[in-house]
């Protein structure tokens, strides 16, 4: 018998069989991988526009469609915040809705400037306001501020040129107030040079702030001025800082003792620091300490010399001081403005000496700082006739009674 195995033939045929056999078996395989790959993109296909749809009758309907309620049904009712519990809440500090009502001329745009910086550095929302000549508003007016305010992210600062609001009085959670004040007589000086000349950012800035001030009225001597009794330097005029510390009330805009006493009381209960001009460095350190999320590192800010170059730019131009009769014209009008004053510098001399820091003036003598220097003794200013006829109109029923403050 033969041996086939062996014979050349058969093992050419036996090789050609198995390549073509191989070469098929490629064939299918590349084939089956394509089909694979067509039956995959289908899928994305179907489930991309099963999740399109569903979407659009979610949003026609009011509601998500009942296939994707079965689906949710199917795959389990669990959802992060079952599995893993809700987000921790960010922890506010305290307090964390803070508002500074800045006086005019009181220092107000070095603080500005210096909340700018530490808003970016210490991540807390400072909202300032541009409106700069309504102090006063009506109810509305007030309810519309004070719900927007309270709207603000907190921690927020808010600051406006605006009369104390009392946000309890509309049942709204009260921010806690800050504030710096200055001698009345300055402030009143560098208010007076301010509307006429600007400061020292650009030379021509009070003619666009103040442009519609006739030449008689900008070059008006201020002791002309304060001696023949001019509006702008007699009361009310010049009652100018207690209002922003007695608030919205009518009366708080009439020189007295009404608004003197209710401003006085509202310092107490709802500002948690006033300071001084005067001792401006003290004010930031108090500020730094009862406030740290939001004044921290403030004084070796303000004593930079990169901030100090633009502070330098806020000096009022061209302001000098009026005589000595002149000054004590003025200081007898305002008396109510030196009692406040007075009493702010007590109350901020008394939170130094709780904390531990040494004031720079001990005692609280009534007359200005300047006219002490000039050895000038003041008398008391003389009661007004108007007085008594206030105190009699306050016992009777006032048409504004849903605006005094509890």
Known sequence: ????????????????????????????????????????????????????????????????????????????????????????????????????????KCGSRTVVLLLRILAEKHQFNLVSSDIHNKTRLTKHEQVDLMRNISTIPQPFLYTRHVHFLNFTRFRIEQPVYINIIRDPINRFLSNYFFRRFGDWRGEQNHLIRTPQMKDDERYLDINVCIMENYPECSN???????????????????????????????????????????????????????????FSDVLSIYKSPTFWKMGNLTGTVKKHMPTIEALQVLYQRMKYEYDFYNFIRDQFHLTKKKIGLKSASQNSAHEPDFLRELALR??????????????????????NIWMVQP
């Open 1 to 104: 018998m033969k041996n086939y195995s062996s014979s050349p033939r058969l093992n050419n045929h036996s090789a050609s069989h198995s390549t073509d056999r191989n070469s098929r078996k490629g064939f299918w395989s590349s084939a089956l991988r394509l089909r694979f790959s067509l039956r995959d993109y289908a899928f994305c296909m179907a489930t991309l526009l099963l999740f399109c749809l569903g979407s659009l009758l979610y949003q026609l309907n009011g509601g998500p469609p009942k296939v994707l309620l079965e689906i949710r049904q199917y795959l389990g009712e669990s959802t992060f915040v079952d599995d893993h519990g809700p987000p921790t809440p960010r922890e506010l500090p305290f307090p964390s809705q803070v508002i500074y009502n800045r006086v005019g």
């Open 236 to 294: 009310p005029r010049l009652f100018y800082i207690v209002p922003y510390f007695c608030g919205q009330h009518p009366q708080c805009r009439e020189p007295g003792v009404w608004a003197l006493e209710r401003a006085k009381q509202n310092v107490i209960e709802n500002f948690l620091l006033v300071g001084i001009l005067e001792e401006l460095e003290d004010v930031l350190l108090l500020l730094e300490r009862l406030l740290p999320h939001y």
């Open 378 to 399: 003041t008398q008391e200013p003389l009661e007004e006739e108007e007085e008594d006829e206030e105190e009699e109109d306050m016992g009777q029923e006032d048409p």
